[in-house]
């Protein structure tokens, strides 16, 4: 349902129905151009349709309530995830959203928040009307005792470094041509933005998260994600702090227990410009005790001691918060464990042993639940079926669960502990630094030859990569989800390829080439766009 024309002017209630929030890209319904979401957490953008299907703008809200603290520790809150800033979310469905989260026991919510839906045109030109949502939204939380986690993120075509072959001068509907998840090119400009919003509310506001799962080339288009996050914290976090002190900067907001990332960034000088770090352990559809995987990465019992071992290394105790995971309840089952779903009883197991092991991490005081309530009512819509409450608002079993755990809690009774961690042999800790450290990155050009594309570029020597091709919808701007043409090469041992395809399929329209890994191999993936 698009916002009445009387909330804001028509321009502006088109350009914000788009807006992605973060912990969630924004895709949009397969009927009625309502927005879709997709949660955050995944690996590959095929895999997730990220699990952030949401607006990169308005991400979720969560609920929180207090654990016992050990001693010396902080007391923890648990949250939920909602997309309440969403242009088809009326202020009155917002009001009813929060009063959900208040009968859970809500203490925190974590809600994407849209750099470009507030700055939609120009530097320090404000939208009014998205501004007037966020005050909604910040009065009625604050009002019924929910904290706010805000997560920041969105470029605006103004200060993308997307090629001029999508922004097209800003003209049209550039946030439909994915101009909004490259990075910005000047990280001043995202800095003073976000100082701007942490002025504007204060201490009204607990907490802000940078960007959204900067690992994921789907949220973060750059050669260097890397080293242009590293970039975008560093200049943040003083901005945001000379602007009012008192707000908590969160940092990281890693799909999956990303530990290589997250060594990746301190090696980058990240440490010192974050109050919390934080990641989204997705277990796939395995518990989250599940200790049988090939990687620390998809495990949340073995990832998030895996990024806290990362960051001991560098002599770093800042707290870890857990700002997305949860289990979808749609029907697809199959051989994959990635794209599977589980049924609503286990869902509502295992949302109790993730808080329940949560307890036992001192240094985990946050930890929020994707998705409050499910964005699609298809079966088959893994993205859409995370929520504790159906699209109809009828709650799932996992609903009564997170009540249950929330009182249990708040009454102090204790849980029995889940399982021990796995054993040290297969902990980030017992492996060498080389495979813990190294996290290696893929380069690739395209360029026109006669009638002949070129791809040249590098990736890890020795190594299976995938080559896809995306053709551009003249008609909407956006990349096909499906490549056009995939084929599988390797890559010699002097780290080098280059690749010949017929031009004939290419002399007209815009194409994406990206050059990706097979498997799990430990190596980002590259892109380039080739124009008609």
């Not at 009063?99 to 470009?116: E, F, S, Y």
């Amino acid at each position: 349902m698009r916002c009445p024309a009387a909330q804001r002017p028509p321009r502006a209630a088109e350009r914000n129905l788009a807006k992605r929030p973060a912990a969630i890209r924004l895709a949009r319904a397969r009927t009625g151009g309502l927005p879709m979401s997709r949660p955050a957490g995944r690996r590959q953008p095929f895999r997730r349709l990220s699990l952030l299907a949401s607006l990169l703008a308005t991400c979720g809200t969560a609920l929180a309530l207090a654990f016992p603290a050990s001693a010396g520790a902080a007391p923890h809150l648990a949250g939920v995830q909602s997309h309440v800033l969403w242009a088809n979310v009326s202020n009155a469905e917002m009001d009813r959203q929060l009063d959900r989260m208040k009968q859970l026991g809500a203490g925190i919510t974590r809600v994407d928040v849209g750099w470009a839906s507030i700055e939609p045109d120009a530097k320090g030109q404000h939208d009014s009307w998205y501004l007037g949502r966020l005050d909604h939204l910040v009065q009625g939380a604050n009002a019924r005792g929910i904290k706010l986690l805000l997560l920041f993120a969105e470029t605006p075509c103004w200060a993308s470094t997307a090629p001029d072959s999508l922004k097209q001068g800003c003209r049209g509907a550039w946030w439909d041509r994915d101009v909004q998840n490259y990075a910005p090119r000047h990280m001043s400009d995202y800095a003073d933005a976000l100082a701007f919003v942490v002025k504007r509310y204060g201490d009204q506001v607990y907490s802000w998260e940078i960007w959204n799962e900067p690992n994921q080339d789907y949220f973060f288009h750059t050669d260097d994600p890397v080293g242009e996050y590293a970039k975008m914290v560093r200049a943040a976090y003083p901005a945001a702090k000379a602007a009012d002190p008192r707000p908590i900067i969160v940092a990281g907001s890693l799909s999956d227990s990303d530990f290589e990332f997250t060594d990746a960034l301190y090696r980058h000088g990240v440490k010192g410009y974050f109050d919390a770090w934080s990641i989204h352990p997705y277990s796939d559809d395995r518990s989250p005790l599940d200790t049988a995987v090939d990687s620390p990465r998809y495990s949340l019992v073995l990832g998030v001691p895996a990024v806290r071992d990362v960051m001991r290394r560098y002599g770093d105790d800042k707290p870890i918060w857990l700002t997305e995971f949860g289990w979808s309840t749609c029907n697809v089952r199959g051989p994959v464990h990635w794209q599977n779903c589980v049924d609503r009883s286990t869902q509502a197991t295992y949302l109790k042993r993730a808080f329940r092991k949560m307890r036992t991490w001192s240094y985990v005081p946050v930890g929020i639940w994707f998705n409050l309530k499910n964005t699609s009512s298809a079966p088959d819509d893994r993205v859409g079926n995370y929520g504790l409450l159906s699209q109809d608002d009828s709650p799932k079993p996992a609903f009564a669960a997170f009540r249950e755990i929330a009182h249990e809690l708040q009454d102090g009774s204790s849980a029995s502990p889940p399982p021990a961690t796995p054993p040290p042999s297969v902990t980030p800790a017992s492996l060498p630094p080389r495979h813990v450290l190294r996290r290696r990155h893929a380069v690739v050009h395209v360029a026109r030859r006669d009638s002949t594309i070129v791809i040249t570029g590098r990736a890890p020597r020795r190594v299976v990569a995938k080559l896809l091709v995306f053709r551009q919808d003249a008609r909407t701007g956006r990349f096909e989800r499906r490549a056009s043409y995939r084929w599988r090469f390797a890559v010699g041992r002097h780290g080098h390829f280059r690749l010949r395809l017929h031009g004939g399929v290419f002399r007209s329209g815009t194409w994406r080439i990206v050059v990706r890994p097979t498997g799990r191999a430990h190596w980002h993936k590259a892109a380039a766009v080739l124009g008609g």
